[in-house]
């Protein structure tokens, strides 16, 4: 996490950054991330653009709101597996509290991004 001068928050990983030019029209395609925030496109080794930014940050608000993760396993590859499934699930004991937009905004953010050329 990092604070702006102004004292806003940031979310920042460069472990995997890299440039990318997206305005181009450009696509990934590496195999990179950390398994909780892993992105079903990169496990499947399709071509993916920044839009895959949008599920990771959709997996940390779902911890943040909550506190547990969106998805797991007891292991890296049953993590995976949950991943690739993406089936995302809202536990009543957990989301008894919030509202139906909040959960559809976790829906629209956690969700696959299949390209067509």
Do not use: H
């Amino acid at each position: 996490m990092l604070f702006e001068a102004q004292g806003n928050l940031k979310l920042a990983y460069f472990g995997s950054a890299e440039r990318f030019g997206g305005c181009d029209g450009g696509r990934m395609s590496a195999v990179v991330g950390t398994p909780y925030y892993a992105v079903p496109e990169v496990l499947m080794r399709w071509e993916y653009n920044e839009k895959v930014d949008v599920w990771s940050t959709g997996v940390i608000l779902y911890i943040m709101l909550v506190g547990v993760l969106s998805f797991r396993g007891d292991s890296t590859t049953e993590t995976f597996e949950a991943v690739l499934r993406a089936n995302l699930r809202f536990p009543a004991k957990n989301f008894l509290s919030f509202s139906p937009k909040a959960k559809d905004l976790l829906r629209n953010m956690i969700c696959i991004w299949v390209f067509s050329d």
